[in-house]
Each structure stands twice: as structure tokens, then as C-alpha cells.
């Protein structure tokens, strides 16, 4: 156990509507981090959140948007859901706001788009 | 764009085998590197990281892995594996500064009793 979770752990939805992600970082660590799975694109950097603000981008759709609240949780929301979206969604935190700083990462909600 | 390549796909060794998995990046300033691994239904954690220094890194449960720079590769080692350490590993790349992580596609370790 990391001391990361995420809620739910699995998710299924139709196309076009919106969910929600959520993520526990472990107590103490200020950054989390979202990234995607996909059986094609593989794992895959979205976005990064220290201590309530945005700290970097990766390859995160305009569709995707997340934010971390004062209590450290994050969330990251996916709308106007296609299939491709389909994957598993993993959250990771850590310590500090650089890599340098061991990231603990969740077990992942698997999101199925039909 | 910054890249990494793990060329082996799936790997099949009976226990005591020796293990090497490749991992090759493509970026050319310096960089970041990281092994981490999946055990079935668990979730991802750090092996074994390179940031500076002695570019033989030691990791947990006995794997190692050396940074070759003029080679772009960071490849992982196990002089000899055990049916515990069936489990899909992935390198990941950042270069020196950034907060982008980027993973390879991984490689799927079976170990046979």
C-alpha cells in the first residue's frame, strides 16, 4: 500500500458525458501527479499540481482538467468523454515539486467509455 | 520530442536466470532516470533511480542498472530472478529540471518456477 488512493476504481460511462477522478495523496506530500494508461499511447504524463497550483503540463486534452484543493486532495475531470479515452488513470504524489522526490503512486481507476 | 524506448515486449525466464531489459532514451541534455515496477494487481514503485554520480545504481531486491550516456541507455539487471519478480517493468526519463515524466511502453517479466 502507498498510502495513495483513488476513488473509484472503476468507472463506466457512455460517450459525451463527464466524470470525475478523484485522489488521496499520502499525508505530507504536497504534489500530485495524473497520468494515463492506454494499451496504444502507453503511460503517459497529464498534469502535475504542488500545494494547490498548476506546476506542469504534459500531454493533458483540453477536454481533461484537474485542480488540487486546500486539503491537498486533487481531482481530475474528463468531459465530453469518446472512446478513446478509455484507460487507466493513475495519481501519484510526492513529497516535494521535483522529480527528485520519489513518486508514490495510487492503484488506478480503470474508466471504460461505451 | 523527448522519447523512451523499451524494446523488449515481454520476457520469459526460468528462475536463477539472469536479466537485462533494455531501455534507451532519445533526449540529449541531461537527464533523469528512473526503473519502476508493477507486481499483478499492485501498484507502480520505484526500483532504482539515476540522478548524478556513480552511474551503477543499486536498487531494491537486487536490481541494478547503469546509465551509459554515449549509449543513451539506462538498462536494468538481475544476476538472478525469481518467480517473485514476475511483474511489467518501465523506464522513465526527465530531463534534468522539468516535472515531465515520461515512460516507456514497458515490458512484461514472466519468471517460471
Known amino acids: 500500500d502507498s498510502g495513495v488512493t483513488q476513488t473509484p476504481k472503476h468507472l463506466i460511462t457512455a460517450t459525451g458525458q463527464r466524470v470525475t477522478l478523484r485522489c488521496s495523496p499520502r499525508s505530507g506530500d504536497l504534489s500530485v501527479y495524473w497520468y494515463q494508461q492506454s494499451l496504444d499511447q502507453g503511460l503517459q504524463f497529464l498534469i502535475q499540481?504542488?500545494?494547490?497550483?498548476?506546476?506542469a503540463k504534459g500531454n493533458i486534452l483540453e477536454r481533461f482538467s484537474a485542480q488540487q484543493f486546500p486539503d491537498l486532495h486533487s481531482e481530475l475531470n474528463l468531459s465530453s468523454l469518446e472512446l478513446g479515452d478509455s484507460a487507466l488513470y493513475f495519481c501519484?504524489?510526492?513529497?516535494?515539486?521535483?522529480?527528485?522526490?520519489?513518486?508514490?503512486f495510487g492503484p488506478g481507476t480503470r474508466l471504460t467509455v461505451t | 520530442a523527448q522519447s523512451v524506448s523499451q524494446h523488449n515486449h515481454h520476457v520469459i525466464l526460468s528462475e536463477a536466470a539472469s536479466l537485462e531489459l533494455g531501455c534507451n532514451y532519445s533526449?540529449?541534455?541531461?537527464?533523469?532516470l528512473f526503473w519502476y515496477v508493477q507486481y499483478p494487481g499492485q501498484h507502480l514503485q520505484l526500483l532504482l533511480k539515476?540522478?548524478?554520480?556513480?552511474?551503477l545504481v543499486k536498487g531494491i531486491k537486487g536490481f541494478e542498472a547503469e546509465f551509459i550516456k554515449s549509449k543513451f541507455s539506462f538498462n536494468l539487471r538481475k544476476p538472478s530472478v525469481q518467480w517473485s519478480d514476475t511483474a511489467e517493468y518501465f523506464c522513465?526519463?526527465?530531463?534534468?529540471?522539468?516535472?515531465?515524466?515520461?515512460f516507456g511502453t514497458g515490458t512484461r517479466l514472466t519468471v517460471i518456477p
Open positions: 539515476y540522478f548524478s554520480g556513480d552511474p
Open positions: 499540481y504542488y500545494n494547490g497550483e498548476e506546476r
Open positions: 533526449y540529449g541534455g541531461t537527464v533523469n
Open positions: 522513465a526519463v526527465i530531463r534534468t529540471g522539468a516535472n515531465n515524466l515520461f
Open positions: 501519484a504524489s510526492s513529497e516535494g515539486d521535483s522529480p527528485s522526490y520519489e513518486q508514490y
